[in-house]
């Protein structure tokens, strides 16, 4: 008998369980909640939990649970790929946060998860990952604000990295001798927040002031793998949103804008993002964005755009329609974050704030579909380009860029 | 792409290959505290399968992995170190397993080992992306503006062009104030927050995993990350 064969479960054990009465009532059936764990390690003095600050909206998740989604006091984590490649997506996140006068801190003090290297390279291990998500958690405590996490990526990456602090002891010790080295506290929120969910909740503030009547415009729904798969349970489920079998986030949002989102049947594939393959074997990901999603969408829907949540997903989807359309494939559906929509139907600019000059598919179209005179607001923002060249300025700052551009 | 996999191919491909030296690697992916969480056995259902974006386009089954992890059969484990791990995408779409299986993750454990042990394959895998791992320990950030150059990026058209001759100006033309003009990282960083990074690197054991994948790249970070540190002590 091998070592593993020696700790497999003995069968008595095995028949113990299953004399266990089944109980098929979803009303009675355990709820996994790893919020108990936390708290049960914080009596025990062995870390912080960090407190979700009022207010804050109750959602439901996948299997039940009441998930709290702070509105206000937010610590901006940001995503390295959004801020790096498609920074419109981390603007109008900031520039929504700001219209609705929330109090938020953009840290400097904040690395990227370094998710992403990880699933690309595995260059790393689970006691590095576990510290790097602890270091920003410990960051954003001593600031007093709640952490908003921006990344799919790091969302789902930070939800499998709490669930193993939570059950490795050994892993624990290991990480909090490295953070006292640091000088920091071991702290985990008792939520992990993504930012999709926060406009989630304020879709209908979102809406209540929307000035560009998007009703004319057909939308598909690419959901994130990562903030809904990796770790399932926290995800937002609505009954009202596909009957409760897909999450709610980004569909909610566009349905309350008045756009018609439009099913494809590819909808669960993931983007072809690939971690690795984005960067250094596109091949595969040009070849399943645009054969498994953007074809599909295209032939059994037609959309004006595609939504979605995260920063590969905006990343894969958007550039890798240029070289297939040299091929003639069925391509040419801009790619948007949620976010960039629920500023657009607030009338933000669409290049100081959305910043679409950095997107690759074409927008114009959509900008036109919507009525909004996009050669109009590009002179405006290349005016704002002149200056800075001239050195006039010094660059744009939210006054440039506040106050919405385009109205009702 | 991987080679070719079939029935009558399994464990025959590596038959050189001293049984000891498969079983030992193995044994280094079951030593995992991890591993316990992500294998519960296989129904051979399947559904892994029918979501994985890689099976797709390569010969590659998030099935055969949970099997010939549950079965130990190392011949198979070896075949899947050496040709497949690499394929995979890293979705978790597999993580609809009825049996709660985490194929992804083991790909995962597998890919550290391979890493850990600088095996051919994985240093051809990650061959072109050493600049990332060079952003990703040093400054924090995976991408930043100056990695989108258009002899890197030639598939995502003339916008990388444009781009690469404006970025400074677009850079500035933001107004959040940490993305501002910022065009060697994502955001603007504290040196301290920095510090505490090279740190974590260090305990961990993190350095020592990249000096196996690209040894140059490694004394070349040991060298900056030391010195930065020297200069806070």
């Known amino acids: 008998m091998s070592e593993l064969s020696e700790r497999l479960a003995p069968v008595s054990e095995i028949r113990e369980k299953k004399a266990l009465p089944v109980r098929p009532d979803p009303e009675t059936a355990p709820r996994p909640d790893l919020r108990e764990e936390l708290f049960e390690l914080e009596a025990r003095g062995e870390l912080i939990v960090q407190r979700v600050p009022e207010p804050y909206v109750e959602v439901t998740t996948k299997f039940g649970r009441v998930k709290k989604v702070p509105v206000d006091h937010l610590w901006h984590h940001k995503s390295c790929g959004q801020c790096g490649h498609i920074p419109g997506y981390t603007t109008s996140i900031l520039w929504l946060n700001r219209q609705f006068g929330i109090d938020y801190h953009d840290p400097t003090d904040q690395t990227s998860c370094t998710g992403w290297n990880y699933y690309a390279s595995a260059t790393s291990n689970a006691a590095a990952q576990i510290l790097v998500m602890c270091r920003n958690f410990a960051a954003a405590y001593e600031t007093g604000y709640y952490p908003l996490i921006h990344c799919g990526t790091s969302y789902g990456h930070y939800k499998e990295l709490r669930e193993q602090l939570v059950h490795h002891a050994d892993l624990r010790d290991q990480v909090r001798r490295v953070l006292d080295k640091l000088g920091k506290p071991l702290v985990v929120p008792e939520e992990i927040v993504h930012y999709s969910e926060w406009v989630h909740v304020m879709r209908h503030r979102v809406a209540e002031r929307q000035v560009v009547d998007m009703s004319n415009v057909t939308a598909c729904v690419h959901p994130a793998c990562h903030y809904y798969k990796i770790v399932a349970e926290d995800a937002i489920y609505d009954p009202d949103i596909y009957g409760g079998q897909r999450t709610a986030t980004?569909?909610?949002?566009?349905?309350?804008?008045?756009?018609?989102?439009?099913?494809?049947?590819?909808?669960?594939?993931c983007c072809g993002f690939g971690f690795r393959h984005i960067l250094v074997q596109r091949d595969f990901t040009r070849s399943f964005?645009?054969?498994?999603?953007?074809?599909?969408?295209?032939?059994?829907?037609?959309?004006?755009?595609?939504?979605?949540?995260?920063?590969?997903?905006?990343?894969t989807l958007d550039?890798?329609?240029?070289?297939?359309?040299?091929?003639?494939?069925?391509?040419?559906?801009?790619?948007?974050?949620?976010?960039?929509?629920?500023?657009?139907?607030?009338?933000?600019?669409?290049?100081?704030?959305?910043?679409?000059?950095?997107?690759?598919?074409?927008?114009?179209?959509?900008?036109?579909k919507l009525g909004i005179d996009w050669e109009r607001h590009w002179q405006e923002f290349e005016e704002d380009l002149a200056?800075?060249?001239?050195?006039?300025?010094p660059g744009l700052t939210w006054e440039d860029a506040e106050r919405p551009a385009i109205a009702r | 792409m991987s080679a070719t996999w079939s029935p009558a191919k399994a464990g025959r491909t590596y038959a050189e290959v001293p049984e000891e030296e498969k079983r030992r690697l193995f044994e280094e992916v079951v030593a995992d505290p991890r591993y316990e969480d992500f294998l519960y056995?296989?129904?051979?259902?399947?559904?892994?399968?029918?979501?994985?974006?890689?099976?797709?386009?390569?010969?590659?089954?998030?099935?055969?992995?949970?099997?010939?992890?549950?079965?130990?059969?190392?011949?198979?484990?070896?075949?899947?170190?050496?040709?497949d791990i690499w394929n995979c995408a890293q979705c978790f779409s597999c993580v609809r397993c009825p049996r709660g299986n985490n194929p992804g993750g083991l790909v995962t454990l597998i890919r550290e080992v391979a890493v850990r042990h600088g095996l051919e394959q994985a240093q051809e895998a990650l061959q072109g992306y050493s600049r990332v791992?060079?952003?990703?320990?040093l400054k924090g950030n995976q991408v930043s503006p100056d990695m989108l150059q258009p002899d890197f990026f030639p598939d995502w058209g003339p916008w990388v062009r444009e781009f690469s001759q404006h970025m400074h100006t677009w850079r500035k033309a933001i107004p959040v104030d940490t993305?501002?003009?910022?065009?060697?990282?994502?955001?603007?960083?504290?040196?301290?927050?920095?510090?505490?990074?090279?740190?974590?690197?260090?305990?961990?054991?993190?350095?020592?995993i990249i000096r196996e994948v690209d040894e140059g790249l490694y004394e070349l970070l040991v060298e900056i990350m030391e010195e930065e540190l020297e200069a806070r002590a």
């Open chain 1, 387 to 393: 200056a800075i060249e001239r050195g006039e300025k």
């Open chain 1, 289 to 315: 964005a645009v054969l498994r999603k953007i074809e599909v969408m295209r032939d059994e829907v037609n959309p004006d755009m595609t939504v979605t949540h995260d920063t590969g997903c905006v990343t």
């Open chain 2, 41 to 83: 056995g296989c129904y051979e259902c399947g559904i892994c399968v029918s979501v994985c974006p890689s099976a797709r386009f390569y010969d590659f089954s998030p099935r055969v992995i949970a099997q010939a992890l549950s079965r130990e059969d190392v011949d198979r484990f070896y075949e899947i170190l050496m040709e």
């Open chain 2, 133 to 137: 791992i060079y952003k990703i320990m």
């Open chain 2, 179 to 208: 993305l501002r003009s910022v065009t060697d990282a994502a955001w603007r960083t504290d040196d301290r927050t920095l510090r505490e990074l090279y740190t974590i690197w260090f305990e961990t054991g993190n350095m020592e």
């Open chain 1, 319 to 368: 550039k890798s329609q240029f070289a297939a359309k040299a091929h003639k494939r069925r391509v040419g559906v801009p790619v948007l974050a949620d976010s960039q929509v629920a500023a657009l139907a607030m009338g933000a600019h669409p290049f100081r704030v959305l910043q679409l000059h950095w997107h690759s598919t074409d927008w114009r179209p959509l900008l036109e």
């Open chain 1, 250 to 269: 980004v569909t909610a949002l566009l349905q309350a804008l008045g756009i018609n989102v439009a099913d494809y049947s590819t909808w669960f594939d």
